[in-house]
């Protein structure tokens, strides 16, 4: 909950704290005119449709354990028959057909933050991910964020996945067993800030994903539907046609609600690297602790699961009380 400033009340300095479920009333209200009042087709690249309104929608609901929300939402996505997978065979596949920097878009776009090799068009996030060696992107890298191949996820992620892959060994000073992604790469860029790659917010696998979740939950255990949405995006991983069975595919009988919720978050997580999405999923299914703790060795506290109110706001918001209003532990 945060002081939920509108239209209505921009001009107001002093606005108490709105609770939760008012924070996302506003949200879903928004939404929903959204999907009304957008177009089926973007007027340019890059602009929202009511698709993208629809899959932001579910993922909400999907937030707010409304499953039959979610479930059904995404399923209008599904159903609309608008987008698919963009097939793959290699890593350079993931990297030039899916990912790649000289993409106006494809199949599987629902909304991206768009990036051009042009001055102040071009995305900074590779230079934040990438090491000089390699040569994956023509302006060194920062290397900021890297893994381990000791590390407990990358350790149980079979070698046959594609995108398992896309993480190599690059030695930046801490041991030869350091993992630098090459998920987004850019030969071309024309600066630090100059990659062409976009940034998926939301691709179908998104919806794929929630639909899967969404429906299992509903159904107290996975059903024939969310078992091959989950396979569609499993599939691609390996190289497979999304939409053809295959030696791959996971098999409805073995998974209960539980296991197949593990299933889904672990998909999402070998799916979405570097979009920003992980740890929203581990916090609203309760595992933050359990993983973190087990691949990092890092015990997280209550407190951690929010951020602060920022002091500039109890400072200057005379309607919030520092003690009462600040989140626990801080």
Do not use: C
């Not at 409304?66 to 059904?72: G, P, S």
């Not at 299992?216 to 939409?243: D, I, K």
């Not at 929010?306 to 801080?330: C, H, M, R």
């Amino acid at each position: 909950g945060v002081p939920l400033r509108t239209e209505t009340n921009m001009t107001e300095i002093d606005l108490k704290r709105s609770t939760v479920d008012e924070v996302y009333n506003l949200i879903v209200a928004d939404l929903k005119e959204a999907e009304n009042a957008l177009p089926d087709r973007p007027s340019n690249v890059g602009r929202p449709s009511k698709w993208a309104a629809k899959t932001l929608l579910a993922d909400v609901y999907l937030q707010l354990a409304k499953y039959t929300d979610a479930r059904d939402k995404a399923d209008e996505v599904i159903k609309s028959n608008k987008f698919s997978l963009v097939p793959v065979a290699t890593k350079a596949d993931f990297q030039a057909k899916v990912f790649g920097p000289e993409l106006v878009s494809t199949t599987e776009e629902i909304f991206y933050f768009k990036y051009a090799r042009q001055i102040g068009q071009g995305n900074y996030m590779l230079w934040i991910t990438n090491h000089p060696s390699p040569n994956r992107f023509n302006f060194g890298g920062a290397f900021v964020v890297y893994g381990q191949t000791t590390d407990s996820f990358y350790r149980a992620w079979d070698d046959n996945d594609i995108r398992k892959a896309l993480w190599e060994k690059v030695n930046i000073g801490l041991g030869a067993n350091t993992l630098i992604s090459s998920k987004f790469i850019d030969q071309k860029a024309i600066g630090q800030d100059g990659a062409g790659n976009d940034d998926p917010v939301y691709a179908y696998a998104d919806v794929l994903l929630i639909f899967a979740e969404a429906a299992s939950r509903v159904n107290n255990g996975p059903t024939a539907q969310a078992m091959e949405a989950l396979n569609q995006v499993r599939r691609r991983g390996y190289g497979r046609n999304p939409t053809a069975t295959s030696s791959v595919d996971l098999v409805l009988a073995n998974y209960n609600a539980d296991s197949f919720l593990d299933l889904v978050i672990r998909e999402r997580g070998y799916e979405f690297i570097y979009l920003g999405k992980r740890w929203l999923d581990l916090k609203r299914t309760g595992k933050v602790k359990d993983m973190i703790k087990s691949s990092k060795g890092i015990t997280v506290a209550d407190k951690h699961l929010l951020w602060p109110i920022p002091v500039s706001e109890l400072n200057f918001n005379k309607a919030l009380d520092p003690t009462k209003d600040q989140n626990p532990g801080y």
